[in-house]
């Protein structure tokens, strides 16, 4: 029974807030950023830890990477406590934040690297080798020698990516790393990430907030809200629990108010065309048949939310079991 | 570690090769017109408060020299608050070294040295002028003198960086919920905290780093008869300066870890 890669039980992150409550009295108050979170990654799995902003996605990386302790419940990343063990940790793992380098800005890239190597006290030999797979993987011979400072955000992050994984991690935590970046250079990156999960068979934890990132990377999902988890399981299970709505769009002769068929509203109007949400329980063909009854319709479309309207659905708090807050099992 | 770190931050500095000399430049003209401003003050005062001026000058030499290789070593330890206010650092946790060295090598010049020259100078003019009875326990005393000094400014710097993990987290609390909105303003506050913690760290063990040392080595009595032990005490207030210094930042650590920024 292997090890493991993280494991969570009961992990509570509370923060004191003091706020000015009008004079110089401050009141304090015990804010839970992460509140009772439990959940175990296995060695060579690929997960994706979503959730609006503010409900604990960074407060909870930052405890896996022992930068913050937790304040209750019990957290193993490596087999090792966080907090307690946080350099032997660094050793084992890859960090890498979107939003802020690791590489030494006006170091052009390859002394970055080679700095990495002596932080690390990774052995030359493998370093070599391991460089030229990384430079051949995510194509960095052609800025090696550009200081840091001058690199694009997207080669930066290819930059910051080699510098993660230069000492071989077992885990690779990403926050948010295909932030800002453009459409090729997201690309590379994902192209890269699936590749150093199936063939090293490094375990991956990202968070993102963007659609493209998971329905391309990862085959589990995790769901963090107002610092709870709100759903772990597999992608194609959370797009059948949500009740997905599905987005009607009529194309009337001609612009008119917002047309009400059983009861639903159009919730948009553009000229002749509206958009209507029908709830999973609607029966489509009976709302289609009843618009064409009662409105001359020209053009009529019917589709299935995506991912991303699952999501919102989601961060909105639209749907019953979330409101429950009842955590979805997979 | 620290070694590694330096260097890196030397060939960084030397991507800029203009600014590097203007400012190698612009630190040899201040510490020589610190120099010429000492020669010329004793050009005037020969003696101060019943010292000659090769006493005094031994006394400011020891001091500045032990001041300056431990801001070498450890000056940067005072911009902690800065990276804890950027998030910096949290990427320095994640790396296997100990987010002090990573801070006090930061920027690391080799225009820092710049500010030993005019301490070298006035020690090494103090050495030769000054009138005493050179026995081998004296001779001694001198190297024990900066190494204790530097040791004791080191827990300083040390000491004084990790009150910024408390001091910072004041607004650490607001910043979890402004997400550093109001930030900035409130930054005048921390830098009058630090300057008086500072003010208050530095003057207190102040004593041990060449006052009382050099009593013994100028063969002078201790104008506030102190027990002739105390000449000797240096080593051993700079051992506990600087344990104070690691327990310090081990606690602000902790606090920084347990509270977040």
Redesign the interface.
């Known amino acids: 029974m292997p090890v493991p890669m993280i494991e969570a039980a009961d992990v509570v992150?509370s923060?004191?807030?003091?706020?000015r409550s009008g004079g110089p009295r401050r009141t304090r108050t015990s804010?839970r950023?992460v509140d009772g979170v439990s959940f175990t990654v296995e060695p060579g799995e690929f997960v994706g830890y979503l959730g609006p902003n503010g409900a604990g996605k960074s407060?909870t990386i930052?405890m896996l990477?022992?930068?913050?302790?937790a304040?209750a419940g019990t957290l193993r990343v490596c087999g090792l406590d966080p907090?307690r063990r946080?350099?032997?940790l660094?050793?084992r793992?890859g960090?890498v934040?979107g939003q802020?380098?690791?590489l030494?800005?006006?170091?052009p890239l390859r002394?970055s690297l080679a700095?990495v190597r002596?932080?690390?006290?990774v052995e030359a030999a493998a370093h070599r080798a391991r460089l030229a797979e990384l430079t051949a993987l995510l194509e960095l011979e052609p800025f090696l020698d550009t200081?840091v400072r001058q690199l694009s955000l997207g080669q930066r992050m290819r930059g910051d990516l080699a510098a993660a994984l230069l000492h071989d991690p077992e885990l690779l935590v990403l926050d948010e790393p295909t932030i800002g970046l453009d459409v090729v250079s997201k690309a590379t990156v994902r192209d890269f990430l699936a590749r150093v999960n199936a063939e090293r068979g490094t375990t991956v934890l990202l968070t993102t907030h963007d659609l493209g990132d998971i329905e391309r990377l990862c085959r589990r999902v995790m769901i963090i809200d107002r610092g709870r988890l709100a759903y772990d399981g597999g992608l194609d299970a959370l797009r059948r629990t949500v009740d997905a709505d599905r987005l009607l769009v009529v194309e009337l002769a001609r612009p008119g108010p917002p047309v009400i068929v059983d009861g639903i509203e159009a919730e948009r109007v553009e000229g002749p065309r509206q958009w209507l949400r029908l709830p999973r329980a609607v029966n489509a063909a009976a709302v289609i048949a009843a618009l064409a009854r009662d409105h001359e319709v020209r053009d009529i479309a019917l589709r299935e939310a995506g991912i991303d309207e699952v999501l919102a659905g989601l961060y909105r708090g639209d749907h019953a079991y979330w409101r429950s807050g009842r955590p979805v099992a997979p | 570690?620290y070694g590694?770190?330096a260097w890196?931050?030397i060939?960084?500095?030397a991507?800029?090769p203009v600014s590097m000399v203007l400012l190698a430049l612009a630190t040899a003209l201040v510490t020589g017109l610190d120099v010429a401003a000492i020669l010329l003050l004793f050009a005037h005062a020969p003696r101060i408060a019943g010292f000659t001026a090769p006493e005094v000058l031994f006394l400011y030499g020891t001091s500045a020299l032990a001041f300056g290789i431990s801001d070498i070593v450890l000056g940067t330890t005072e911009r902690l608050g800065y990276h804890v206010r950027q998030?910096?650092l949290?990427?320095m946790?994640?790396?296997?070294?100990?987010p002090l060295v990573q801070i006090a090598t930061e920027e690391f010049s080799p225009r820092r040295f710049g500010k030993l020259v005019p301490a070298v100078l006035v020690l090494a003019y103090a050495l030769t002028r000054v009138d005493v009875a050179w026995t081998a326990g004296r001779a001694a005393m001198v190297p024990v003198m900066v190494a204790a000094g530097t040791a004791i400014f080191g827990g300083l710097w040390v000491l004084t960086g990790a009150v910024q993990f408390v001091l910072v987290d004041?607004h650490g609390?607001?910043k979890?919920?402004t997400y550093g909105g109001g930030f900035l303003t409130q930054y005048p506050m921390t830098m009058f905290a630090r300057d008086f913690v500072r003010g208050v760290t530095f003057v207190v063990p102040l004593a041990f780093v060449n006052w009382q040392p050099a009593l013994y080595v100028l063969d002078r009595p201790d104008p506030l008869g102190l027990p002739e032990a105390a000449r000797f005490a240096s080593p051993a207030v700079a051992a506990l300066v600087c344990g104070a210094g690691a327990l310090a930042w081990r606690a602000g650590l902790?606090h920084y870890?347990?509270?977040?920024s």
């Open positions: 992150k923060f004191t807030v003091r706020t804010v950023a407060t930052k990477t022992g930068i913050l302790t304040s907090s946080r350099t032997s660094a050793r793992i960090v934040f802020r380098t690791t030494w800005w006006d170091l002394d700095l002596r932080l690390y006290r200081p | 570690m590694v770190l890196a931050w060939r960084a500095a991507q800029y998030g910096t949290d990427t946790l994640v790396r296997p070294v100990s004041s609390a607001s979890s919920v902790r870890r347990s509270t977040g």
